[in-house]
């Protein structure tokens, strides 16, 4: 149903609306509301802010209809007005069309062009929320979605690309916010959750920094894959430097923010796995390096950046390193040697 609202002095006009139009206004199609002036008309659209359409007679007291036009954009500036006035002379035109309407009728008032013109008014408030909604959904999915990703839906290669799978070498890391659960159970989902926003900001930030790429938020732990030259040393300059600035946060909610973090190096599947029915794909890394690395960042403690012995060769000469020794990790059937970078 359109709500329209209607600003004329004329008595009689409220009458003949109801009843020209009384068939749409059974079938709930057109909501009318009245005023005798503009600045009952202002106090009516604040009361009902889904009033979409205005005919406005241009001759009123208080207020006239041009200075009401001129109020509409600061109140609402999705409302469109149809002025509805014997005045319809050019200059009356102009000054009306120069302060938003949108469009003329004059008085008499034929009715079935009436008709006409408010369906066309109503078609153009529609057009535009639908524009708007697009704008916004793009503004959304610019938050979930990288821009050169976006950039690339609307290439040629997108539709191949999404079963194009391959095998990567490429480097892994799950960084965890240790022992964040606690204060969920505890403080304010609002609070807490604009908090690990606030921390996964920080985490992105350095991750993008060194050319890593988010693959997915799992809880309160972020995955992270580095591919190209030099990826274990990039994982592991990224988190260290999450480390640190994580560790200089003040206190917040009574929660002193540390991270553990689990990085592995490999080659690894890289493909869209998920469910076609659901349509629900991630496009993300699988496999035995993968799993390594998230099974590391469950052993680590405390501020820990751990590693495995492989990755620890590529990367000894550029930090230093200290060997934890061997452990066992879940679905591994022999011992994985491991080691913190200290810095």
Do not use: W
Request: with cysteine.
């Amino acid at each position: 149903m359109t709500k329209i609202l209607v600003a004329d002095d004329e008595a009689d006009l409220e009458l003949l609306i109801r009843q020209k139009f009384r068939q749409q206004i059974r079938e709930q199609q057109y909501d009318f509301l009245f005023a005798s002036n503009g600045n009952e008309a202002l106090k009516k659209i604040q009361d009902n802010p889904d009033v979409e359409v205005i005919l406005s007679d241009i001759n009123m007291p208080e207020m006239d209809g041009l200075t009401l036009l001129g109020k509409l954009k600061d109140i609402n500036p999705l409302v469109k007005a149809v002025m509805v006035s014997a005045y319809g002379d050019m200059e009356n035109i102009r000054v009306a069309m120069n302060r938003g309407a949108f469009d003329f009728v004059t008085k008499p008032v034929n009715f079935a062009d009436l008709e006409i013109t408010i369906k066309k008014t109503i078609d153009f408030v529609n057009q535009t929320k639908l524009t708007l909604n697009a704008i916004r959904e793009n503004n959304i999915l610019k938050m979930y979605v990288d821009e050169n990703v976006l950039k690339f839906m609307v290439s040629q290669e997108y539709e191949q690309s999404l079963t194009a799978n391959e095998s990567i070498e490429a480097t892994v890391a799950f960084i965890d916010i240790c022992s964040f659960t606690s204060i969920s159970e505890k403080e304010h989902p609002d609070a807490v959750v604009k908090l690990l926003n606030r921390l996964f900001d920080l985490m992105v930030t350095e991750i993008i920094a060194q050319n890593g790429i988010i693959d997915k938020f799992i809880g309160d732990c972020v995955m992270a894959v580095f591919k190209g030259p030099f990826h274990p040393d990039r994982a592991i300059e990224a988190s260290l430097s999450i480390r640190n600035k994580i560790s200089a946060l003040p206190v917040e909610l009574n929660f002193v923010p540390k991270i553990s973090v689990g990085i592995n190096s490999g080659e690894m599947i890289s493909g869209n796995i998920g469910s076609a029915a659901l349509k629900r794909l991630d496009y993300t890394v699988i496999g035995d390096v993968v799993n390594i690395a998230s099974r590391l960042q469950s052993v680590a403690g405390n501020n820990k950046i751990v590693i495995t012995d492989t990755c620890f060769d590529k990367v000894k000469q550029s930090f230093e390193c200290k060997k934890i020794g061997t452990v066992f990790l879940k679905n591994k059937s022999g011992e994985v040697v491991i080691y913190e970078v200290i810095n």
